[in-house]
């Protein structure tokens, strides 16, 4: 079989408009390019900085709660006489307690269990 004509096999050059114009398309992929990549990275990193600084949810140290090992935690809580507790919540060492006062009124006692406290009270009233 002939070979083709040598003509046909050769990359006739472009004229200088378009080499021009290529040119600037492949500058402005490559600074693209460029910019993706770190605007990658810098969320990378941000995930990365946040994995490893991102506190326990809910986590309680063995340093705060004194118990021996294989025994239950106990203690008092002290509410005010004549109250009545109506229910209860706990959320990591934290214990939220509602209760019913002697005067007939509501209020919720937080309390710390780690501290082994009463750490605030809040009055719950009609206006």
Do not use: C, T, W
């Not at 709660?65 to 008092?76: F, K």
């Not at 214990?95 to 509501?106: F, K, N, T, V, W």
């Not at 937080?110 to 009609?126: K, M, P, S, T, W």
Request: charged letters at 25%; aromatic letters at 4%; glycine letters at 8%.
């Amino acid at each position: 079989m002939a070979r083709p004509i040598a003509e046909e096999d050769e990359e006739k050059p472009l004229d200088p408009a378009a080499e021009k114009v290529r040119r600037k398309l492949i500058r402005f992929m490559i600074v693209n390019l460029g910019l993706l990549f770190l605007a990658l990275m810098v969320v990378i990193g941000a995930l990365v900085y946040k994995a490893r600084n991102a506190p326990g949810a809910g986590s309680v140290h063995a340093d705060d709660v004194q118990a021996r090992a294989g025994a239950p935690l106990s203690g008092d809580i002290v509410l005010p006489v004549g109250a009545k507790v109506v229910s209860q919540a706990l959320s990591g060492n934290r214990l939220s307690i509602d209760a019913e006062l002697a005067d007939g009124s509501r209020s919720i006692f937080l309390y710390d269990i780690a501290e082994r406290r009463v750490i605030g009270q809040f009055a719950i009233r009609n206006k």
